[in-house]
Nanobody
Framework: VQLQASGGGLVQAGGSLRLSCAAS????????VGWFRQAPGKEREFVGS????????FYADSVKGRFTLSKDHARDTVYLQMNNLQPEDTAVYSC????????????WGQGTLVTVSS
């Protein structure tokens, strides 16, 4: 499985961005896709996840109500719509995929930088 993340950029506080995570290869093995972020000097943080069927989105409390996960089945792509972005959302965002078991994320895409200016 290969994952390609894209869509990062510079946005003002209150703005929106949509990140994409395109999967290719043996995608039949994917059970769920997750998004993570890492701000400078901080540990990597879980942002949210969605099942490969496009159901059961789950969000970290820090982004709940502002971020939305969805999946385009035709494109094998998971989207992370980020609204009302704040400076504390500034980070490198990465997507990852996992099987049903184990629950560890096995496949990782490269990161995409999101910068939110105040």
């Amino acid at each position: 499985v290969q994952l390609q993340a894209s869509g990062g950029g510079l946005v003002q506080a209150g703005g929106s961005l949509r990140l994409s995570c395109a999967a290719s290869g043996s995608t039949f093995g994917i059970y769920a896709v997750g998004w993570f972020r890492q701000a400078p000097g901080k540990e990597r943080e879980f942002v949210g996840s969605i099942s490969w069927s496009g159901r059961n989105p789950f969000y970290a409390d820090s982004v709940k109500g502002r971020f939305t996960l969805s999946k385009d089945h035709a494109r094998d792509t998971v989207y992370l719509q980020m609204n009302n972005l704040q400076p504390e959302d500034t980070a490198v965002y990465s997507c990852a995929a996992r099987k049903n078991k184990p629950t560890t994320y096995l496949w990782w895409g490269q990161g995409t930088l999101v910068t939110v200016s105040s």
